[in-house]
Nanobody, 122 residues
Framework: QVQLVESGGGLVQAGGSLRLSCAAS????????MAWYRQAPGKQRELVAG???????NYADSVKGRFTIARDNAKNTVYLQMNVLKPEDTGVYYC????????????????WGQGTQVTVSS
């Protein structure tokens, strides 16, 4: 059994900051790409930022310069530092990871977290 547990969401005023964390646990051999997605009410889920195991990063244009993704491979954890938050950043933020399970060597499984709510007030 493998799971991703997110934390760090909440309510913040525009211009403020939040830091999200997501930890993978269970029978893990290796965690590859980790990413954050978000889904606003009435909209499709979209990629916010991703980071490979080698720490190559990519960002949605809307968050470049404001958000920073980072990871700690020893802890199987990914972080999202969100600065200069805007009301349009409001949504449920989901963590995703491609994980090689101990029971399924040489294949990866895409795992999702349960989501954490981020609300930015104007």
């Amino acid at each position: 059994q493998v799971q991703l547990v997110e934390s760090g969401g909440g309510l913040v005023q525009a211009g403020g900051s939040l830091r999200l964390s997501c930890a993978a646990s269970g029978s893990i051999f290796r965690v590859y790409t980790m990413a954050w997605y978000r889904q606003a009410p009435g909209k499709q889920r979209e990629l916010v930022a991703g980071i490979t195991r080698a720490e190559t990063t990519n960002y949605a244009d809307s968050v470049k310069g404001r958000f920073t993704i980072a990871r700690d491979n020893a802890k199987n954890t990914v972080y999202l530092q969100m600065n200069v938050l805007k009301p349009e950043d409001t949504g449920v933020y989901y963590c995703n990871a491609d994980i090689e399970l101990r029971s399924q060597a040489r294949t990866t499984t895409s795992i999702w977290g349960q989501g954490t709510q981020v609300t930015v007030s104007s």
